[in-house]
């Protein structure tokens, strides 16, 4: 983690006494040197040696930001800039985003800190940000137009205000925001309570996410930003699987994960193994009465998941989108379904002309992960995940979580596959078959259909009249 160096560098960075009215002034000479981030690591736990202490989060393939104090304000510098972003092993895309990364870093603050945000331009156009969620003065909200004038490359924006209600935030920009979010550009924002908080447990592990999209075509790096809806790779984090990292945690660990949806479409978030409780919105922690046992949670445009469990099942347990074209990468959506077509004839008649010609999907897709087919360049497959009992078949929004007695307190570390207690996996029957039985009834259904012969049904058409006629 080179951020941790960096930090300790920024910490001892703190004027004298200045009259409040001349700091913003003072620190603007001295902006903070941006820290840059080069890997898609999951990064271990910012723990906070400046300002007042709170519970970190982990940003799943991703880091948060190090802030420096400077007399009593909270200064973190954001750089708008284009960044590769490896989504998975093999897989690069030309994206933008914040130093460094897509998306940009995690900030997290505490409840009443005084924040001040330098943010630098270096993309080819005009940006901003906008605080999605937050209690603020209107004129640091970030709508280019509305409530500032856009920051044009090159330029350097401070946006100042007090975090004033504890919760998870997004942040994003609000100027040519079609083509900056479809570049990757945004990122996750917690401030923590200032204290005990009656609706917000204390966790051994907090995880966040935000749930993106890109339509990048097969063996190309830019994703093609007017894409309303069919998108090719579903990313948390601007990663895809197999590129996501699990969640690691200790058996009965009690468990938080915040998840911002800024994609164009819902994302029904669903855990394994266990029950949850979403115990926060973007609105803030949900009061008591609203919190129900659920297994999947719907994340709509535009809104952040704060999911709370007990980890107390142990093993590898999928947690994953529902939408099962969000578990595959890269395809066309456009091809027929060939499930039970018998290929043999056609196959024969075009490998005279085309000799390696090979059909797929007559059995179904699961033939893709076993042909390890030639792909482009620079293109993940579309489904994969080498798993202990063979390809785990997914790719774009799955991940893992894992649950392990010996994992040490506030370790992240991947500790491998689970290794399942004798007789507690799934097997194959090899003893005899009995004869499928079947109903009896006429059409094997409950009640006998009775049948009829269609009608031919005439449809008497009125041409219409021309108005002329009145
Ligand atoms: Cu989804």
């Known amino acids: 983690?080179?951020?941790?160096?960096?930090?300790f560098?920024?910490?001892?960075?703190?004027?004298?006494?200045?009259?409040?009215?001349?700091?913003?002034?003072?620190?603007?000479?001295?902006?903070?040197?941006?820290?840059?981030?080069?890997?898609?690591?999951?990064?271990?736990?910012?723990?906070?040696?400046?300002?007042?202490?709170?519970?970190?989060?982990?940003?799943?393939?991703?880091w948060t930001l190090p802030w420096r104090m400077n007399q009593g304000v909270k200064e973190f510098h954001?750089?708008?800039?284009?960044?590769?972003?490896?989504?998975?092993?093999?897989?690069?895309?030309?994206?933008?985003?914040?130093?460094?990364?897509?998306?940009?870093?995690?900030?997290?603050?505490?409840?009443?800190?005084?924040?001040?945000?330098?943010?630098?331009?270096?993309?080819?156009?005009?940006?901003?940000?906008?605080?999605?969620?937050?209690?603020?003065?209107?004129?640091?909200?970030?709508?280019?137009?509305?409530?500032?004038?856009?920051?044009?490359?090159?330029?350097?924006?401070?946006?100042?205000?007090?975090?004033?209600?504890?919760?998870?935030?997004?942040?994003?920009?609000?100027?040519?925001?079609?083509?900056q979010m479809a570049m990757g550009m945004m990122g996750f924002w917690v401030t923590h309570?200032?204290?005990?908080?009656?609706?917000?447990?204390?966790?051994?592990?907090?995880?966040?996410?935000?749930?993106?999209?890109?339509?990048?075509?097969?063996?190309?790096?830019?994703?093609?930003?007017?894409?309303?809806?069919?998108?090719?790779?579903?990313?948390?984090?601007?990663?895809?699987f197999p590129g996501i990292d699990s969640l690691n945690v200790r058996l009965n660990d009690k468990v938080r994960i915040r998840i911002g949806n800024l994609t164009m479409t819902n994302h029904p978030i669903h855990l394994h193994g266990h029950e949850f409780l979403v115990t926060g919105t973007d609105g803030g922690p949900t009061p008591k009465s609203t919190r129900m046992y659920e297994v999947t949670t719907d994340v709509a445009v535009g809104q952040m998941r704060q999911i709370d469990f007990l980890a107390d099942e142990e093993g590898d347990w999928a947690f994953h989108c529902h939408k099962s074209h969000h578990t595959m990468n890269a395809m066309g959506h456009d091809v027929p379904?060939?499930?039970?077509?018998?290929?043999?004839?056609?196959?024969?008649?075009?490998?005279?002309?085309?000799?390696?010609?090979?059909?797929?999907?007559?059995?179904?897709?699961?033939?893709?992960?076993?042909?390890?087919?030639?792909?482009?360049?620079?293109t993940a497959p579309m489904m994969t995940g080498e798993g202990p009992f063979g390809s785990v078949e997914m790719g774009g929004m799955f991940s893992?979580?894992?649950?392990?007695?010996?994992q040490p307190h506030g370790d992240y570390k991947d500790p491998g596959w689970f290794k399942h207690p004798a007789g507690t996996v799934a097997y194959e029957y090899t003893g005899a078959m009995s004869e499928p039985a079947r109903f009896k009834a006429e059409g094997a259904q409950s009640m006998p259909r009775v049948q009829k012969a269609s009608q031919p049904v005439e449809i008497k058409v009125r041409k219409p009249v021309s108005h002329g006629e009145h």
Not at 148 to 158: E, L, M
Request: glycine share 8%; with cysteine; charged share 20%.
């Open 1 to 7: 983690m080179t951020s941790r160096r960096d930090f």
């Open 9 to 62: 560098r920024f910490a001892g960075v703190a004027g004298g006494a200045v009259a409040a009215s001349a700091v913003s002034r003072v620190a603007m000479a001295a902006l903070p040197e941006p820290v840059i981030q080069g890997v898609p690591d999951t990064m271990p736990p910012l723990i906070p040696n400046s300002g007042r202490p709170y519970n970190p989060v982990v940003t799943l393939n991703g």
């Open 78 to 179: 954001l750089v708008a800039e284009p960044v590769v972003r490896e989504m998975a092993p093999g897989f690069k895309a030309h994206l933008w985003g914040y130093n460094g990364q897509s998306p940009g870093p995690t900030i997290e603050v505490v409840e009443g800190d005084r924040v001040r945000i330098f943010v630098t331009n270096r993309l080819p156009e005009h940006t901003s940000i906008h605080w999605h969620g937050q209690r603020l003065p209107n004129g640091m909200d970030g709508v280019a137009g509305l409530n500032q004038p856009a920051i044009r490359p090159g330029k350097t924006f401070v946006y100042e205000f007090v975090a004033r209600r504890p919760g998870t935030f997004m942040y994003h920009p609000h100027a040519d925001e079609m083509t």
């Open 193 to 240: 309570p200032k204290s005990k908080h009656p609706l917000i447990d204390e966790v051994q592990r907090d995880f966040c996410f935000l749930l993106n999209a890109y339509d990048v075509d097969p063996g190309s790096y830019t994703p093609k930003t007017m894409t309303m809806l069919d998108f090719n790779l579903w990313s948390w984090n601007s990663r895809i």
């Open 337 to 378: 379904t060939l499930i039970g077509v018998d290929h043999r004839g056609v196959a024969k008649k075009l490998n005279q002309l085309v000799p390696d010609y090979m059909v797929m999907g007559e059995r179904g897709m699961a033939d893709m992960t076993e042909m390890e087919m030639p792909i482009p360049d620079n």
């Open 400 to 406: 893992v979580l894992k649950v392990r007695k010996n």
